[in-house]
């Protein structure tokens, strides 16, 4: 009998980094979420109305930072780390490059360097 599915790494539109595309509705929820967070979470009033989460794996997410000085930079929320936020390109362009690159050469993102995601 074949296989009915994809796996994790299949999926996954980022190379060594297995972060998936949610629908929409999902990351608007999460982000909805980050509010009702902070409420029991004081640390994550930092990103309420922020940052929205573009794809997901586990606790961890790539956002954008809606902040119009931001310049849409774009962080990696690792929400199991001492630090909440850890910006990790200062612009979507920069991100989407980097993006590009790392499918092109089956690389990891130069935000995980030396940090793959488990």
Do not use: Q
């Not at 929205?52 to 956002?63: E, N, S, V």
């Amino acid at each position: 009998m074949g296989r009915i599915g994809l796996t994790l790494e299949e999926m996954s539109v980022l190379p060594f980094a297995p972060f998936a595309f949610p629908c929409l509705a999902m990351m608007i929820n999460e982000f909805h979420g980050f509010e009702e967070g902070a409420a029991d979470h004081p640390r994550y009033k930092e990103v309420v109305g922020r940052y929205f989460p573009l794809f997901a794996w586990r606790a961890d997410a790539i956002a954008v930072d809606l902040d119009l000085k931001s310049c849409n930079r774009v962080a990696v929320l690792e929400h199991n780390s001492d630090k909440l936020v850890r910006i990790a390109y200062a612009s979507f362009e920069e991100f989407l490059t980097d993006a590009i690159r790392a499918n092109e050469e089956n690389v990891p993102l130069k935000c995980f360097a030396g940090k793959i995601p488990a």
